[in-house]
C-alpha cells in the first residue's frame, strides 16, 4: 500500500539559508500534518492543512512557512536556517472521511544545519 | 499540552506480553486513546485506539478502564522489533482534524 512520501530523506544546509521539505500523503487524504523532532527530544507540532487551507497551527517559528497543493502535496519552507532548526521532520496525513481515523507518518527528513 | 503520563521506560522479555500503562485522568467524555509507537528515528507508527470499549487488533490490545481515566496497551507476545517508544495520545478525532500531540512516550525495551 501505498505510504506517506517525504523528499528529500536528508538535507545539509548552512546558516541562514532556506530549505524546501516536500510531502505527497497516502492518496485520497485530504489533511497533511508537519512535526518537528529534535534530537532526544517527542515529536512537536508545527502546522496542519486540510482541503489547501490551514487548519491548526503549533509552535511553528515566523521564519518558517507551508502550504498544501491542489493535488495535497504540502511544502514545509524554511528561510534564514539556524543550527537549532537541525531535527527530524516528519509529515503524517490522514482522512476526514473516515470516523476517527489514525494519521500516517512518512520516513521524515533528516536536516542538518550546519 | 499533553494530556498523558506514561513511565519513562519499561523492560519486557522477549516472547512475553508487554503492558504499558497510561495515565490521563483530564480525558473527556469524546476523546479518545491513540497509541503509537516510535522505532528509532523512522517516523511514527500508528498502533490501535479507543474511545470507552476495550479494543484489539493484529498488533495488540487496549484496555481502557470504565472511568477512562487510564488505559493499557498490551502487546501479546514482544519480540526484539517492538523495542520502541510507545506514545499514549489523548484526542478529539471529529473527522480527522485534531492534531496529535506527543507527550515524553514510554520507552520499551525488549530483551533476548
Redesign the interface.
Known amino acids: 500500500a501505498a505510504g506517506?512520501i517525504q523528499s528529500p530523506r536528508h538535507l545539509i544546509k548552512e546558516k541562514r539559508e532556506t530549505a524546501t521539505l516536500k510531502c505527497y500523503p497516502i492518496p485520497r487524504h485530504d489533511?497533511v500534518?508537519w512535526?518537528q523532532q529534535g534530537p532526544g527530544q517527542?515529536?512537536?507540532?508545527l502546522i496542519?492543512f486540510?482541503e489547501k487551507m490551514q487548519?491548526?497551527k503549533?509552535s511553528i517559528p515566523d521564519r518558517f512557512s507551508a502550504q498544501q497543493f491542489s493535488d495535497y502535496h504540502s511544502e514545509l519552507n524554511m528561510s534564514s536556517l539556524e543550527l537549532g532548526d537541525s531535527a527530524?521532520y516528519?509529515c503524517?496525513s490522514?482522512?476526514?472521511?473516515?470516523?476517527?481515523?489514525?494519521?500516517?507518518?512518512?520516513?521524515?527528513t533528516?536536516l542538518t544545519v550546519v | 499540552d499533553a494530556k498523558t503520563t506514561q513511565p519513562t521506560s519499561m523492560d519486557c522479555a522477549e516472547g512475553r506480553a508487554a503492558n504499558l500503562p497510561c495515565n490521563h485522568s483530564t480525558i473527556s467524555g469524546n476523546e479518545y486513546v491513540y497509541w503509537y509507537r516510535q522505532i528509532h528515528s523512522q517516523g511514527p507508527q500508528y498502533i490501535i485506539h479507543g474511545l470507552k470499549n476495550n479494543e484489539t487488533n493484529e498488533m495488540a490490545s487496549l484496555i481502557i478502564t470504565e472511568d477512562r481515566k487510564s488505559s493499557t496497551l498490551i502487546l501479546p507476545h514482544a519480540t526484539l522489533r517492538d523495542t520502541a517508544v510507545y506514545y499514549c495520545i489523548v484526542t478529539l478525532t471529529q473527522g480527522g482534524s485534531e492534531k496529535l500531540v506527543f507527550g515524553k512516550g514510554t520507552k520499551l525495551t525488549v530483551n533476548p
Do not use: K, M
Open positions: 506517506v489533511t500534518y512535526y517527542d515529536p512537536q507540532f496542519s486540510y487548519s491548526d503549533g527530524l516528519f503524517a490522514s482522512s476526514r472521511q473516515v470516523a476517527n481515523p489514525e494519521a500516517f507518518f512518512g520516513q521524515g533528516r
